[in-house]
Structure formats: C-alpha cells, structure tokens
Nanobody, 116 residues
Framework: QVQLVESGGGLVQVGGSLRLSCEAS????????MAWFRQAPGKERDHVAS????????YYSESAKGRFTISRDNAKNMVFLQMNSLRPEDTAVYYC?????????WGQGTQVTVTS
C-alpha cells in the first residue's frame, strides 16, 4: 500500500505564495510519476501538475502554467508544489496523487484558501 500525506496549505492573500509538500510512504518512490490535483467546493477534482520519475519532465494545467512549479526529492520521498501569484479561484483542497501497483492513491488533502 501507499500512503500520501500532504501539508503546507493555509490561508493566504491574493498574490501570495504557498508551498505544498507531499510525503509518500512507498518503496522505490523514484519509480513513480507524481501529480497534484485540486477540488474546489461543488466542483470536480482537476489535475494541476505532474512530474516524471526523475523530475526532468513536468506538466501543468493551463491555470497553473507560469505560476506553479512542481518538483520532487527522490531521496526524501517527497513532491512539492510551489504556488505563486495566488488567486481566489485557486481556493481548493489540494491532493497528492500517484499511480502504483495498478491502483491510484490519494492523500487526505490540504486546504488552500486565497482571500481578496
């Protein structure tokens, strides 16, 4: 099994920054691509960013491009999401995600609230 634990969410003003962290309890963490998703109240869970196993390739949603940066530290089994220039529409619960062992795993989520 895989456990994912997110942290780093909170309350921030428009234009501010937050750095989310996700720690994965999985052997051979470096074998798996990782991703961040988010879910706003009353909306579907949407992809935000993904990163390849080595970190050399990254993918972003249109809303995240130019403002968010995904990164990983394979030595620490962690993936990060640096979020800059935050907007009220970024308010959501942010989830870490991995596909491993023919299954999809999610963390418990961390709340990000952007106030104007």
């Amino acid at each position: 099994q895989v456990q994912l634990v997110e942290s780093g969410g909170g309350l921030v003003q428009v234009g501010g920054s937050l750095r989310l962290s996700c720690e994965a309890s999985v052997r051979t963490f470096s074998n798996y691509a990782m991703a961040w998703f988010r879910q706003a109240p009353g909306k579907e869970r949407d992809h935000v960013a993904s990163i390849s196993v080595t970190g050399s390739d990254t993918y972003y949603s249109e809303s995240a491009k130019g403002r968010f940066t995904i990164s990983r530290d394979n030595a620490k089994n962690m993936v990060f999401l640096q979020m800059n220039s935050l907007r009220p529409e970024d308010t959501a619960v942010y989830y870490c995600n991995v596909r491993a062992f023919s299954a999809v795993f999610w963390g418990q989520g961390t709340q990000v609230t952007v106030t104007s």
